[in-house]
């Protein structure tokens, strides 16, 4: 029984905090700015989920041609810079990552 409680109560305090804000966010109009800088938050997110795993995939900083995520994820940041387009990044990034560890080793 307690573990039932304590599901519901995490639900309730995980949806509360994620909807509660978005209900009160709805109703009003956010300035221009705001909303230009929200636009930047998933890629502010994105780089901060990968960006540590590409740099240190063993835990410990590895900074080498021999670590393939971070010459897939460099590969991926040029992609997408010079063709704007998600689905070349991700399969070259991709490409690049197999085919470095195939390599590599």
Same mark, same amino acid.
Request: aromatic residues 10%.
């Given at each position: ?9 995490? =639900? ?47 835990? =410990? ?21 010079? =063709? ?22």
């Amino acid at each position: 029984m307690n573990e039932i409680l304590l599901l519901l109560g995490m =639900t309730l305090v995980t949806f509360s905090v994620r909807y509660l804000p978005l209900l009160v966010v709805g109703r009003i109009q956010l300035p221009n700015k705001v909303m230009r800088a929200l636009r930047y938050v998933p890629v502010a997110v994105l780089t901060a989920i990968i960006v540590p795993f590409m740099l240190r995939p063993q835990g =410990t900083l590895f900074l080498s041609f021999e670590n393939a995520y971070l010459v897939a994820g460099v590969a991926s940041v040029v992609i997408a810079w010079r =063709t704007r387009n998600l689905l070349a990044t991700i399969a070259g990034g991709m490409a690049i990552f197999l085919l470095w560890r195939v390599l590599i080793g």
